[in-house]
């Protein structure tokens, strides 16, 4: 019997829709009825939808932009006996210039530094969203270590920590808006100590479904 691959298919495919996305959404939700179950203010939908919007947006960017490895992958290295271990490195930043791929990196990242000031106040200050960019970025060329075609590079490095500081110089401009200062003065904000480190639970949520899935 053959299967036809219907518009649909390939929507969900695009929207990065699977069984493991899916389970990521129900574990975040969970997570965020914790932190929220005796809250009712404003401010809490606003983090609300702004952490589902990061879980997206780092799904998107673990499964079909920075190539990060899966444990299925890993399982056909093996397999052929090529084993899961393969570095590579650049260490010479700007080989090739700032070219499109170096601007475009940078706002690949963006989205990161715009997103967590809105959720946790613990990233209201650009140094600790520079550090979390860094982390992150780590995170990624380190895990391209076990995959066989990606290379750990220092423009991105550079690029990730550029595009985390233009999200939240993004952020910092909005916050001028009305609605973002009521959210930033709330007193409605949850108790949970679970909140501070939210986009940090998120974003490793997020890396081990992915891996995983």
């Known amino acids: 019997m053959v299967e036809h691959y219907t518009i649909v298919d390939g929507i969900i495919d695009l929207l990065g829709i699977t069984p493991a996305f899916l389970i990521g959404i129900f574990l975040l939700g969970i997570l965020l009825f914790l932190v929220y179950s005796r809250n009712n203010g404003v401010a809490e939908v606003?983090?609300?939808?702004?952490?589902?919007?990061?879980?997206?947006?780092?799904?998107?960017?673990?499964?079909?932009?920075?190539?990060?490895?899966?444990?299925?992958?890993c399982m056909e290295m093996t397999a052929r006996g090529n084993?899961?271990?393969?570095?590579?490195?650049?260490?010479?930043?700007?080989?090739?210039?700032?070219?499109?791929?170096?601007?475009?990196?940078?706002?690949?990242?963006?989205?990161?530094?715009f997103l967590v000031p809105f959720i946790s106040r613990t990233f209201e200050r650009v140094e600790k969203v520079m550090i979390l960019g860094f982390g992150l970025t780590l995170l990624i060329e380190i895990s391209q270590m076990f995959t066989m075609y990606r290379v750990s590079d220092i423009d991105d490095i550079l690029t990730n920590?550029?595009?985390?500081?233009?999200?939240?110089?993004?952020?910092?401009?909005?916050?001028?808006?009305?609605?973002?200062?009521?959210?930033?003065?709330?007193?409605?904000?949850?108790?949970?100590?679970?909140?501070?480190?939210?986009?940090?639970?998120?974003?490793?949520?997020?890396?081990?479904?992915?891996f995983w899935g």
């Open 161 to 210: 920590v550029l595009g985390t500081i233009l999200g939240y110089m993004m952020f910092r401009l909005m916050a001028k808006a009305k609605w973002v200062r009521m959210y930033s003065k709330s007193k409605l904000m949850p108790k949970n100590p679970l909140i501070n480190w939210l986009p940090i639970i998120v974003i490793g949520m997020t890396f081990i479904i992915a």
């Open 83 to 113: 084993g899961i271990f393969h570095p590579s490195f650049n260490w010479i930043p700007l080989v090739d210039g700032l070219n499109f791929g170096f601007v475009m990196n940078i706002f690949i990242f963006a989205p990161l530094g």
């Open 46 to 73: 606003r983090i609300a939808v702004a952490s589902f919007v990061l879980y997206y947006y780092l799904w998107i960017l673990f499964r079909n932009v920075v190539g990060i490895p899966t444990f299925q992958e």
